[in-house]
């Protein structure tokens, strides 16, 4: 077992898999948690949806000059500044102004993948993830982004957890809550378009979701699930990986179905200790 | 000593007033209740005071040094909170935030500090505890020390008491009582209540759609308007 894992990740393509999904799926998380208590997970979701419709039309235009994910990029940037404003907007209802960007986005891509080249396995690519698809130049713009956020989680940590948890109290007290909001909102697009080709547009949400809401099970604090989250999301992802490439499966959903077992696990686990009546006082 | 002196104030959103021509002054160690119905303006006028929204017409000044990020600020809960994964001393700690500016981490003395409200509100024992397995009541002592965190001098608290039971409700009164008797921190609360209002406070602002009360307590017990609202919730 051991040695086929080492062989796996003797492949140059497997190595990039590798370095860039664990950074991907670390950031991912680390987002998530925030994105999940201030209930904006559909953004995340919304966003794998301009992505691709983004990146459909880049592919098929082939525009001088520019990669896709180059075209992608500023396009979903755009998109989640749109969809904060929205949700943070109460005249307009947030989640059906969501719905109607992401559906527009995939038809949109849809379309003008198919009109390109027809529908080919392309597409399946793009919505179910592959494993193939970290590139070189991927690969540094998943170290930047990384270290991005990162640095960011570090040294904003204390707002980040002030904004999340009580927005109207932060402003009040002179935290530029909107500026953080923003932050969280660019760093999560270039999240979900970096990981996106891997994890496949309709899944790479679950990164975002699925950690954080695992480690709510068990974990009772604003900085335990944020570790938790973390560890768990690049435990998954590289389980996920390692099935992918033994059982030749699409990478994206063997991710998802690593984390949804986790998500049972630790919904168990969380239970078990409820009905045991352990006092959590380290957790 | 005057901390906060609204001068001839109007709020409005897009071009709906939603107060006019307000004029108050918050004194050093009053307490004030502004009381008023649904839509009154409640809410804008707490918004305003705390620099959240700017009055269309008229200024809010503050005086004595008072800072306008040093106003705590007891926020209504929202849903979102009921279920958050926060640490006690987490939430407490928070409130130490406006005296950081950029720098990112907590000093010995934010800690010290946060400790020290804690015990000023009895809720040592829930220390450890997570803020989502709290009662309602606990939940506002947890907020009510974070506020007492982000200011020494002034406290504005949004209906501090809503959804709590009437046990809980005569004891977080008390608790926001003592802190303004004993520890001379000035108190702006927004209320429902006015049986209560009338209880406590030095000074009630009542708002109403085109005429407001300002004063006393005693003046407004006395004023038509107090005449009114008062002697109908007493019926009940």
């Given amino acids: 077992m051991l040695n086929e894992i080492i062989e796996m990740f003797s492949y140059p393509f497997m190595f990039r898999a590798l370095v860039g999904g664990t950074l991907v799926s670390l950031c991912a998380a680390l987002l998530g948690v925030s994105l999940v208590l201030k209930r904006y997970s559909m953004i995340g979701d919304g966003l794998s949806h301009v992505g691709f419709g983004a990146l459909a039309i880049a592919t098929a235009a082939n525009i001088a000059n520019l990669t896709p994910l180059e075209f992608a990029m500023p396009i979903v940037v755009a998109a989640a500044f749109l969809l904060l404003r929205l949700s943070e907007n109460s005249k307009i209802k947030g989640d059906a102004a969501i719905a109607l960007i992401s559906t527009a986005s995939l038809a949109i891509g849809i379309m003008a993948a198919t009109m390109a080249k027809g529908l080919q396995t392309d597409i399946n690519s793009y919505l179910f993830g592959s494993i193939l698809s970290m590139s070189q130049s991927d690969l540094w713009i998943c170290v930047v982004l990384s270290v991005v956020v990162l640095i960011l989680f570090i040294f904003f940590y204390h707002k980040i957890f002030a904004v999340t948890f009580d927005e109207s109290f932060a402003r009040a007290t002179g935290t530029k809550a909107g500026i953080y909001n923003m932050i969280i909102a660019l760093l999560t697009a270039l999240t979900i378009v970096i990981g996106m080709k891997m994890m496949g547009s309709l899944l790479i949400s679950s990164l975002i979701i699925f950690p954080a809401i695992t480690s709510m099970r068990i974990f009772k604090r604003f900085k335990t699930v944020m570790i938790s989250s973390a560890i768990v999301s690049v435990i998954c992802f590289f389980i996920g990986l390692v099935i992918s490439y033994i059982y030749s499966t699409p990478t994206g959903a063997s991710i998802v179905i690593v984390n949804l077992g986790a998500l049972i696990l630790f919904s168990v686990v969380g239970f078990i200790l409820k009905k045991a009546g352990i006092h959590q006082k380290v957790f | ?236």
């Fill in chain 2, 1 to 236: 000593m005057k901390l906060i002196s609204c001068d001839n104030l109007s709020f409005s959103y897009e071009s709906t007033q939603v107060v006019k021509n307000l004029s108050f002054d918050v004194n050093e160690g009053e307490y004030l209740c502004v009381v008023g119905e649904n839509g009154s303006g409640k809410s804008t006028l707490i918004k305003g005071l705390l620099g959240l929204k700017s009055p269309s017409r008229g200024k809010i000044i503050h005086l004595s040094g008072l800072k306008s990020n040093e106003v705590g600020y007891l926020p209504q809960q929202t849903p979102a909170q009921k279920d958050f994964p926060a640490g006690v001393f987490e939430v407490v700690l928070s409130g130490r935030l406006n005296s950081r500016g950029w720098f990112p981490f907590y000093s010995k003395n934010d800690k010290k500090n946060a400790m020290e409200n804690i015990e000023r509100l009895g809720i040592q024992s829930l220390v450890h505890k997570s803020y989502r397995e709290l009662s309602g009541g606990q939940q506002q002592r947890v907020l009510l020390a974070r506020a007492l965190c982000a200011s020494k001098k002034i406290i504005i608290l949004d209906e501090p008491v809503t959804g709590l039971d009437p046990i809980v409700t005569e004891e977080m009164y008390r608790l926001i009582e003592e802190l303004n008797k004993k520890e001379k921190i000035t108190i702006i609360m927004v209320s429902h209540d006015i049986n209560a209002s009338v209880k406590y406070a030095s000074h009630i602002l009542h708002l109403n759609f085109d005429q407001s009360f300002y004063g006393t307590t005693e003046e407004y017990i006395k004023s038509p308007m107090g005449r009114y609202f008062f002697s109908e919730e007493k019926s009940f």
